[in-house]
């Protein structure tokens, strides 16, 4: 399964945002979001490719969080099959971030659909972008790829790129933990 790459990218960076900006529980253990400077450079990371490196400013970086709760609540929303509660709120981050299409010339000479806001700054742009990537996964029959990892003491969320869509956890750490913790069981 392979979502456009832009969509891609988009739901990348939401993944990257929620994880990195709700306190909970993550591979194990407590996570505390960071604060500061270790803050904006995980917003950085996050909305940074392989030939283009972001570099927003604390402002910019606590702006585009803003978005994330909501954003989170889609995973979780989408990860329990909730889908018309995932698309409500997906339909209300639309409007409220403006979110709208247009068709942008890539390197190879074609087109792709972007998407903006009513500017291109950093945070109205990445969070345009990132409600109308969970637009087009929710939109589409690829909603269920999207969730909240089911490993014990983990609620990070992910989108499930595999070919039969059924991933179930976040990280290979956490699956290896829950299967390790399996057969501890059975060896009991």
Not at 18 to 26: D, I
Not at 58 to 84: I, Q, S
Request: net charge neutral; with cysteine.
């Amino acid at each position: 399964m392979r979502f456009d790459s832009h969509v891609e990218r988009l739901l990348d960076a939401a993944v990257a945002l929620v994880n990195l900006a709700c306190p909970g529980e993550a591979r194990g253990t407590a996570y505390a979001p960071p604060v500061g400077d270790a803050l904006a450079l995980g917003v950085a990371d996050a909305t940074s490719s392989a030939d283009r490196r972001s570099r927003p400013t604390a402002e910019e970086a606590l702006g585009l969080l803003e978005v994330v709760p909501r954003v989170r609540t889609v995973f979780e929303a989408a990860g329990r099959g909730d889908l018309a509660t995932a698309a409500g709120v997906v339909n209300d981050l639309l409007a409220a971030t403006e979110a709208r299409p247009r068709l942008d010339l890539d390197e190879a000479g074609g087109h792709q659909l972007h998407f903006h806001g009513p500017d291109d700054g950093f945070v109205r742009g990445w969070q345009a972008g990132i409600a109308s990537g969970l637009a087009v996964a929710i939109g589409s029959d690829l909603g269920g790829r999207l969730g909240v990892c089911d490993a014990p003491v983990c609620d990070r969320v992910y989108v499930d790129g595999s070919k039969n869509g059924t991933r179930r956890y976040c990280s290979t750490r956490c699956q290896s933990r829950v299967k390790a913790a399996a057969h501890r069981a059975r060896t009991r």
